[in-house]
């Protein structure tokens, strides 16, 4: 099965992090395979890890 797997660094990227989530999860609604999101947190030192924990826990994240 064909799948895709997108990698998202993220570093003090806070202010964007929800906005390219709703970007991709509407992608995803459109795709004929299954996509994978993967947010990577460089350090960041501003609020960007507790937004992809929030996406975490409060998104279905398949």
Known sequence: MKALTLVIPVFNEA?????VWSEV??????SQYPIF??????DSTDEGLTL???ICTTRSIK
């Open 25 to 30: 999860n509407e992608y995803r609604k459109k």
């Open 52 to 54: 992809i924990k929030k």
């Open 15 to 19: 202010e964007n992090v929800l906005r």
């Open 37 to 42: 999101t993967l947010f990577v947190d460089d």
